[in-house]
T-cell receptor, first 116, second 116 residues
Framework: AQSVAQPEDQVNVAEGNPLTVKCTYSVSGNPYLFWYVQYPNRGLQFLLKYITGDNLVKGSYGFEAEFNKSQTSFHLKKPSALVSDSALYFCAVRDILTGGGNKLTFGTGTQLKVEL | GAGVSQTPSNKVTEKGKYVELRCDPISGHTALYWYRQSLGQGPEFLIYFQGTGAADDSGLPNDRFFAVRPEGSVSTLKIQRTERGDSAVYLC??????????????FGPGTRLTVL
């Protein structure tokens, strides 16, 4: 079975500082990894994905994520946080080899709060 | 272009009643997914349609839940004899290329179901 862990319920960071939102995963095969962001009363918005290739993936709004196979991690990062980045962030995984099919398995989410 | 739409945006019902939640996917997307997001949790997979057929319904919690997609486009999630524990945000997503590496899922805004 596939699973995702987001160990931090909330991350606080000052505007202009770098941010990291942590994610670790567990799959039987090779993972497809995703980050989504959710603003209040809105649906999930896709940020970025890792399929294969370069371990550093760049996505929307200046976000990037680093895939680390040995640590089974896919941490979300941004060099300089904005107040408007404050939202709920979800990491998700799809197992491409073991019949996980097309369904995504999500973590419990991390609330990012960026303060002035 | 238009994204995934869901109606109603909010639904309040009484315990024991029947409800229907509608999802209108992005035009041309062959795959459609339903997820349920309980308070403080990440979305949990319910069911996945490829065309008109349910390719994976392993996430449906019990036989009170049923979903259809009769013409391969709009889908309806049906919940019989609702219980207070069914209260959640029900998310719908669609994708263009299921089964491929490039299978990004696009989410709708969700329907918030409250069972009193």
């Amino acid at each position: 079975a596939q699973s995702v862990a987001q160990p931090e319920d909330q991350v606080n960071v000052a505007e202009g500082n770098p941010l990291t939102v942590k994610c670790t995963y567990s799959v039987s095969g090779n993972p497809y990894l995703f980050w989504y962001v959710q603003y209040p009363n809105r649906g999930l918005q896709f940020l970025l994905k890792y399929i294969t290739g370069d371990n550093l993936v760049k996505g929307s709004y200046g976000f990037e994520a680093e895939f680390n196979k040995s640590q089974t991690s896919f941490h979300l990062k941004k060099p300089s946080a904005l107040v408007s980045d404050s939202a709920l962030y979800f990491c998700a995984v799809r197992d491409i080899l073991t019949g996980g099919g097309n369904k995504l398995t999500f973590g419990t989410g991390t609330q990012l709060k960026v303060e002035l | 272009g238009a994204g995934v739409s869901q109606t109603p945006s909010n639904k309040v019902t009484e315990k024991g009643k029947y409800v229907e939640l509608r999802c209108d996917p992005i035009s041309g997307h062959t795959a459609l997914y339903w997820y349920r997001q309980s308070l403080g949790q990440g979305p949990e997979f319910l069911i996945y349609f490829q065309g008109t057929g349910a390719a994976d319904d392993s996430g449906l919690p019990n036989d009170r839940f049923f979903a259809v997609r009769p013409e391969g486009s709009v889908s309806t999630l049906k919940i019989q004899r609702t219980e207070r524990g069914d209260s959640a945000v029900y998310l719908c997503a669609s994708s263009l290329k299921p089964g491929t590496v490039d299978n990004e899922q696009f989410f709708g805004p969700g329907t918030r179901l409250t069972v009193l």
